[in-house]
């Protein structure tokens, strides 16, 4: 039985929109692989995520480790500051039906990026309502149909963000790290909603770890996969669709010469969901991982079925 791999590709900004997805769907069309994009398609206020650099332990490590102005380019680093917010969905959304045309899935990761990410705790029910339904919106007007699957951004989701995507009808989630699918559990709250998390370490969060370029980050993804368990890969379209697209492409071809399966995350939704009364349900809680600022949110120990 060969491994499996489902590759969840963050699409947080304009550039990631316009310039990385372009790439990236070259790159996954040359080695005949499917994907599911997840796209911010409100506005986009990258400049603001600067100002983590006060608030969260890691933030101002993590961009000098990563280079981040070489990967984002200044401007991105100044929209929502100085320079107005474009609004993604508005300025690049010729690019979202050409996702869907390739047979890759094509899913939300939020409206206003920044604001969840940074501010989710925060916002009310009727305020996280809006953050969904405004990328909805804009989604809708863009594929003729509405969005299946909500990736949050940052990894950041709460009890409040779970209940707006069961009103509004989303199909499963990707906002955790974790190691197999299951219901999340908030205290003595159990979302209804399935959980694929993420389940290996993304490229941004180990380059420059004790020396770790993309050939190590490659040999250890491809030593995680196993074929009993599927593994979720996050990409992001700024960096495997922008720097690292060659190092990206070199990848896939290594899991092809492997074998390696690779599947859409709705499709594994989609049969997990025939028999939900199997899928186990875990803790989840806010926790720091290597290599990335602030805390986010994982899976805990499993707890057997609903
Ligand atoms: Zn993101």
Not at 23 to 41: H, T
Not at 164 to 172: N, S
Not at 181 to 203: A, C, K, M, N, W
Not at 219 to 230: D, F, N
Request: with cysteine; proline share 6%; hydrophobic share 45%.
């Amino acid at each position: 039985m060969a491994a499996r791999l489902g590759l969840k590709v963050d699409v947080d900004t304009l550039q990631g929109l316009r310039d990385g997805v372009p790439a990236l769907l070259e790159v996954l069309e040359a080695q005949e692989v499917k994907a599911s994009f997840f796209l911010a398609l409100g506005p986009d206020n990258s400049g603001r995520a600067i100002f983590r650099v006060f608030r969260q332990a890691g933030f101002l490590e993590k961009m000098w480790r990563t280079r981040a102005p070489a990967l984002y380019g200044f401007k991105t680093m100044c929209y929502g500051t100085f320079w107005p917010a474009p609004l993604i969905g508005a300025a690049a959304g010729e690019v979202v039906p050409r996702i869907a045309a390739a047979g890759h899935e094509v899913g939300l990761h939020g409206y206003d990026h920044v604001r969840w990410h940074d501010h989710l705790a925060s916002l009310g029910l009727e305020e996280v309502a809006k953050e969904v339904g405004q990328a909805q919106e804009v989604f809708t007007s863009l594929l003729g149909r509405r969005a299946y699957a909500f990736a949050a951004p940052g990894w950041q989701c709460s009890p409040r963000s779970r209940a707006v995507l069961a009103a509004q009808g989303f199909l499963y989630a990707s906002d955790t790290r974790g190691y197999t699918p299951y219901f999340p559990r908030f205290g003595d709250q159990v979302s209804l909603i399935l959980e694929i998390p993420t389940t290996l370490p993304t490229l941004d969060e180990l380059l420059g770890f004790s020396g770790c370029g993309p050939e190590e980050f490659t040999e250890l993804i491809l030593g995680r996969l196993e074929a009993e368990r599927p593994q979720v890969l996050t990409l992001h379209a700024e960096v495997e669709g922008g720097p690292f697209r060659h190092e990206f492409s070199r990848f896939l071809r290594r899991c092809r010469e492997l074998g390696v399966e690779f599947f859409r995350l709705e499709d594994w939704a989609r049969d997990l969901l025939k028999r939900p009364l199997e899928v186990p349900v875990a803790q989840v809680s806010a926790q720091r991982l290597v290599g990335r600022a602030g805390r986010v949110f994982v899976q805990g120990p499993l707890e057997g079925p609903l």
